[in-house]
Nanobody, 126 residues
Framework: QVQLVESGGGLVQAGGSLRLSCAAS????????MGWFRQAPGKEREFVAG????????YYADSVKGRFTISRDNAKNTVYLQMNSLKPEDTAVYYC???????????????????WGQGTQVTVSS
């Protein structure tokens, strides 16, 4: 069992930045690939970014590539999402997820993850 707790969400103006954190507990953190997903009102949850178990490989949705950066600190059992140049369309609840995944296609797929955090709201005003 893995417990995930997100933090760092909030209200920011367009063009601003936020850094989300996701703290994990319960199992060996480095055994798990991590993903960030988001869900806007009335929309399906979508992939934002993912990172492999030891952080060698990272993956991004086209909509955030070049603006968001995912990273992890296995010593602190934490994954981060640095979000720059935020746009109103980035407004959503952001979730982190964990599972023992290895392939890119798995890390990008929300249905492959068993462990989820409770989510943190990000609101970008225009």
């Amino acid at each position: 069992q893995v417990q995930l707790v997100e933090s760092g969400g909030g209200l920011v103006q367009a063009g601003g930045s936020l850094r989300l954190s996701c703290a994990a507990s319960g199992r060996t953190f480095s055994n798990y690939a991590m993903g960030w997903f988001r869900q806007a009102p009335g929309k399906e949850r979508e992939f934002v970014a993912g990172i492999s178990r030891i952080g060698v490989s990272t993956y991004y949705a086209d909509s955030v590539k070049g603006r968001f950066t995912i990273s992890r600190d296995n010593a602190k059992n934490t994954v981060y999402l640095q979000m720059n140049s935020l746009k109103p369309e980035d407004t959503a609840v952001y979730y982190c997820a964990a599972d023992s995944l290895s392939r890119s296609s798995q890390i990008r797929n929300l249905h492959e993850y068993h462990y989820w955090g409770q989510g943190t709201q990000v609101t970008v005003s225009s």
